[in-house]
């Protein structure tokens, strides 16, 4: 256990559904953020959050909407996807943003398919 | 644009055996270097992190080098166990204090 939770762990959709991913941190960090891992592709930075702000948004599609109502929880609303968004998201905290000594702690991702 | 490759994408040896996992990235303004394990199944774990002024860092049976100047970086694993077969993630920490990552290793040792 690294002390950060996701739910659901799988998660089959259609796409016109609206979903949502939860990820919770018990690690009293202050930095957030969303990965996209897609089969043999290294994983993709798409969001950030430092302190409860948005500090990265890395050209990442409409359709795919965070949310930091506090540093312990980050949301990624998810509506009209397409079926190349299917993969593993997953989620991370450190304890801030800018510190190159210290690593990031992962929590154990949510499974998307998208039909 | 910083990009990291890893090679190979997979490699499989029998239990017992050291192995070397290569890690090589373009832009060597970085703050750190880090490996990572992922498990099927699971998130990623940290192994071990270098900071850029560091040439190495050591956990248990695993060492991790790194040589900035040329953009290589190295984990050895001594004496592998099957419990060691995941796949490996190399991130370096770039200038933007992102994370960069490669595509990783894929590693399983036969017992």
């Known amino acids: 256990e690294t002390g ?11 796409m016109t559904n609206k979903k949502s991913l939860k990820c919770e941190q018990h690690l009293g960090h202050n930095a957030m953020y969303w990965y ?10 798409m969001f950030v959050y430092n302190f409860k702000e948005q500090t990265e948004n890395n050209s990442v ?6 949310e930091c109502p506090n540093s312990s929880h980050l949301f990624l609303h998810l509506h009209t996807l397409q079926p190349e968004d299917s993969a593993l998201y997953l989620c991370a905290s450190s304890q801030e943003v800018a510190s190159g000594a210290e690593t990031q702690y992962f929590g154990p991702g949510t499974r998307l398919l998208v039909l | 644009k910083q990009e990291v490759t890893q090679i190979p994408a997979a490699l499989s040896v029998p239990e017992g055996e050291n192995l070397v ?13 880090q490996w990572f394990r992922q498990d099927p199944g699971k998130g990623l774990t940290s192994l071990l992190l270098i900071q850029s002024s560091q040439r190495e860092q050591t956990s248990g049976r695993l060492n991790a080098s790194l040589d900035k100047s040329s953009g290589r970086s190295t984990l050895y694993i001594a004496a592998s166990q099957p419990g060691d077969s995941a796949t490996y993630l190399c991130a370096v920490l770039d200038s933007n204090y992102q994370l960069i990552w490669g595509a990783g290793t894929k590693l399983i040792i036969k017992p």
Do not use: W
């Open chain 1, 4 to 14: 950060v939770t996701q739910t659901p762990r799988h998660l089959v959709m259609g």
């Open chain 1, 36 to 45: 996209k891992q897609s089969a043999k592709k290294p994983l993709e930075l």
């Open chain 1, 61 to 66: 599609p409409s359709r795919f909407s965070p």
């Open chain 2, 21 to 33: 996992l290569n890690c090589s990235f373009t832009d060597s303004a970085i703050y750190n270097l």
